[in-house]
């Protein structure tokens, strides 16, 4: 089995991990992303946090 290792699990990581997984064959590609959290807040999305508080 072949291993593919991304470090970093936020925009750039998760990204990549799906764009990949879809692109390998699943039965010859291993892929682990590796994060010092284990959720991923998409920061775009704070702006949309700060309407709604704002409003
Ligand atoms: C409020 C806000 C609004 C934004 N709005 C926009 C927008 O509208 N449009 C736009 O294009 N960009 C926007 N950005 C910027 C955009 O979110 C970032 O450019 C993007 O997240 C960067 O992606 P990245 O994968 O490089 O880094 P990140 O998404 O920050 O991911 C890096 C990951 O690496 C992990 N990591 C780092 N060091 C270590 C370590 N030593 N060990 C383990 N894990 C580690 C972190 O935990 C993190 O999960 C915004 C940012 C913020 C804060």
């Given at each position: 089995m072949k291993k593919l290792v991304i470090l970093g699990a936020g925009t750039g990581g998760t990204i990549m991990a799906n764009k990949m997984r879809k692109a390998l064959d699943r039965d010859e590609w291993d892929i682990t992303i590796i994060d010092q959290f284990k959720t991923h807040y998409?920061?775009?999305?704070?702006f949309i946090l700060y309407i709604f508080i704002k409003i």
């Open positions: 998409y920061q775009p999305g704070f």
